[in-house]
């Protein structure tokens, strides 16, 4: 069946920093990926979209890379900031318009 | 609106009960979806619509859910014979469908508790 990984453990880091999250999938082929942030109480906000055909895509300080030979996905926020913390979803889907979503990475940044 | 709007943001429910939650979402999206989301965990996928049609119903958990969108607008998604496994946050979401960046639009969630 269908399996999506975020990072099990929550990512605890500095200010200013990089912080990296993955994202990987096993029997599943993708058409794109989605990464969505979602605050405590609050429901998810979409934040980038890569296709299978794309390698990278960037959006000010996020970047998001799609790897499907590795069925991996890697995103990136740069310079975190506090106001970074919150969870990072990664969510799948096909051409049929259907978005399966992994469990999240909690990201706290300290100032 | 200005966004989705779900209702009733907070249903607390004696086992055995039915439930209906409402799902009203951003004007002129096609596309609707539920998910159910425990804590913890991403959302988890239970159906959705493109117009008034429900296109896939494969993550409804079993017969004592159904949803529909008979006017291709506001949903309403119904648990029947509630039990406590059901208490859940559950969240719609809608969809312009097409685009350069197609994404989801979510509202801020029913959470029902069963008691």
């Known amino acids: 069946s269908q399996k999506i990984e975020q990072n099990s453990e929550a990512l605890n880091i500095q200010e200013g920093k990089t912080a990296t999250l993955t994202c990987n999938y096993t029997n599943y082929s993708p058409a794109y990926l989605q990464w969505y942030r979602q605050d405590p109480g609050r429901g998810p906000v979409f934040l980038l979209l890569?296709?299978?055909?794309?390698k990278e895509k960037r959006k000010e300080r996020l970047k998001v890379t799609f790897d499907t030979t590795l069925k991996q996905s890697l995103f990136h926020i740069t310079a975190s900031q506090p106001a970074d913390s919150a969870t990072y979803l990664c969510?799948?889907?096909?051409?049929?318009?259907?978005?399966?979503f992994g469990a999240g990475t909690t990201v706290t940044v300290r100032a | 609106g200005a966004g989705v709007s779900q209702s009733p943001r907070y249903k607390v429910t004696k086992r055995g009960q039915d439930v209906a939650l409402r799902c009203d979402p951003i004007s002129g999206h096609v596309s609707l979806y539920w998910y159910r989301q425990a804590l913890g965990q991403g959302p988890e996928f239970l159906t959705y619509f493109n117009y008034e049609a429900q296109q896939d119903k494969s993550g409804l958990p079993n017969d004592r859910f159904s949803a529909e969108r008979p006017e291709g607008s506001i949903s309403t998604l119904t648990i029947q014979r509630t039990e406590q496994r059901d208490s859940a946050m559950y969240r719609c979401?809608?969809?312009?469908?097409?685009?350069?960046?197609?994404?989801?639009?979510f509202g801020e969630g029913s959470r029902l508790t069963v008691l």
């Open positions: 969510a799948l889907g096909s051409n049929d318009y259907k978005l399966s």
């Open positions: 890569i296709r299978e055909n794309e």
């Open positions: 979401a809608s969809s312009l469908l097409r685009g350069a960046t197609w994404e989801l639009f």
